[in-house]
T-cell receptor
Framework: NAGVMQNPRHLVRRRGQEARLRCSPM?????VYWYRQLPEEGLKFMVY????????ESGMPKERFSAEFPKEGPSILRIQQVVRGDSAAYFC???????????????FGEGSWLTVV | AQSVSQHNHHVILSEAASLELGCNYS??????LFWYVQYPGQHLQLLLK??????LVKGIKGFEAEFIKSKFSFNLRKPSVQWSDTAEYFC???????????FGQGTTLQVKP
């Protein structure tokens, strides 16, 4: 059973370009979360999605960032007009259900490292 | 608002030493608590979790944590660390009915052989 798959693992973008990060949840999981880890900091929640719906985007920057989880295909985190401060590790996670309960665990992918030059 | 605080940012221990990493959270309602570990260059792995019941939770690799509700704490412990425990450790809390986790800033553990 494949885990949460993220690609690319490493992405380099020049300032002003767009970055697209993809996440395929574990099989059977319909809930996806994106987290960002800045250097020397812990993980910060960005957005929580179910298929075709954004449930909670309270951690998303107001501009340039967007996320989707279409009916078919992976979840995409899109960053437009990247700036140096966007350089970070972006982790995707998935769970079978949204509500944490016994046996329902959030599984993390290996992360995508974005470097803006 | 929920928040998680990990008091130790960087811990250095010798092999066989005992480990305790502090974690305090703030949240007014029922919470679920987690410890994750991130080995160098790898993804986060769940060490243990607390939802309800026995406040002393045992996880993988000999780790355990104790939930003390009155202190809003969920400290991670291991009686005897190994060099392979060198990693970053994150405490996280989830309240409410979503899977949204609030993480602490992490503790880097370095175990010297």
């Amino acid at each position: 059973n494949a885990g949460v798959m993220q690609n690319p693992r490493h992405l380099v973008r020049r300032r002003g370009q767009e970055a697209r990060l993809r996440c395929s949840p574990m099989k059977g999981h319909s809930h996806v979360y994106w987290y960002r880890q800045l250097p020397e900091e812990g993980l910060k929640f960005m957005v929580y999605l179910q298929k075709e719906n954004i449930i909670d985007e309270s951690g998303m920057p107001k501009e340039r960032f967007s996320a989707e989880f279409p009916k078919e295909g992976p979840s995409i985190l899109r960053i437009q007009q990247v700036v140096r401060g966007d350089s970070a590790a972006y982790f995707c996670a998935s769970s079978r259900q949204g509500a944490e309960s016994s046996g329902n665990t959030i599984y993390f992918g290996e992360g995508s490292w974005l470097t803006v030059v | 608002a929920q928040s998680v605080s990990q008091h130790n940012h960087h811990v250095i221990l010798s092999e066989a030493a005992s480990l305790e990493l502090g974690c305090n959270y703030s949240y007014g309602g029922t919470v679920n608590l987690f410890w994750y570990v991130q080995y160098p260059g790898q993804h986060l792995q769940l060490l243990l979790k607390y939802f309800s019941g026995d406040p002393l939770v045992k996880g993988i690799k000999g780790f355990e944590a104790e939930f003390i509700k009155s202190k809003f704490s969920f400290n991670l412990r291991k009686p005897s660390v190994q060099w392979s425990d060198t990693a970053e450790y994150f405490c996280a809390v989830n309240g409410g009915n979503t899977g949204k986790l609030i993480f602490g800033q992490g503790t880097t553990l370095q175990v010297k052989p």
